[in-house]
């Protein structure tokens, strides 16, 4: 997280799963300004993010069974975000559920990995997702 935090400050990283605690650690040591995309994020769902940190989107599904088994890990910051969302007030914080039906069948993703399921959900995603970077880069 350190050596992230002093070599890509000013990047926005996709992070998924476990990765989502390194991205908040390098985040918490000044990293990422623009902001993060975390993709069924394995986090506390009421971890606070840093006030230099101005957007932060987390994808979640209802059936990502092992981020909801994450929270009852003691003494680490792994969580149920990947399963409900972020718990926040945080305008900076955004929940977008992959599983709802505002989008595309194919595309809606069920599971812990589900955005990488098929071809029409990775292209999908991968569309959608690349939207928000270009947006947070400026």
Same mark, same amino acid.
């Given at each position: 997280?350190?050596?992230?935090?002093?070599?890509?400050?000013?990047? =926005? #990283?996709?992070?998924?799963?476990?990765?989502?605690?390194? &991205?908040?650690?390098? /985040?918490?040591?000044? !990293?990422?300004?623009?902001?993060?995309?975390?993709?069924?994020?394995?986090?506390?769902?009421?971890?606070?993010?840093?006030?230099?940190?101005?957007?932060?989107?987390?994808?979640?599904?209802?059936?990502? =069974? #092992?981020?909801?088994?994450?929270?009852?890990?003691?003494? &680490?910051?792994?969580? /149920?975000?990947?399963? !409900?969302?972020?718990?926040?007030?945080?305008?900076?914080?955004?929940?977008?559920?992959?599983?709802?039906?505002?989008?595309?069948?194919?595309?809606?993703?069920?599971?812990?990995?589900?955005?990488?399921?098929? #071809?029409?959900?990775?292209?999908?995603?991968?569309?959608?997702?690349?939207?928000?970077?270009?947006?947070? !880069?400026?």
């Amino acid at each position: 997280a350190v050596q992230l935090a002093k070599r890509f400050g000013d990047c =926005v #990283p996709l992070a998924h799963s476990n990765g989502a605690a390194i &991205v908040h650690r390098a /985040a918490m040591l000044g !990293a990422f300004e623009q902001g993060v995309i975390l993709l069924n994020p394995a986090l506390d769902r009421d971890i606070v993010w840093p006030a230099h940190v101005k957007k932060v989107y987390v994808y979640y599904s209802s059936g990502d =069974v #092992p981020t909801k088994l994450a929270r009852y890990i003691p003494f &680490v910051k792994w969580g /149920a975000s990947g399963f !409900a969302g972020a718990l926040t007030n945080d305008p900076r914080v955004v929940n977008v559920k992959t599983a709802a039906s505002g989008w595309p069948a194919g595309a809606r993703s069920h599971s812990h990995s589900g955005m990488f399921s098929t #071809p029409m959900s990775q292209a999908f995603w991968a569309k959608h997702i690349e939207s928000k970077l270009r947006r947070m !880069a400026g």
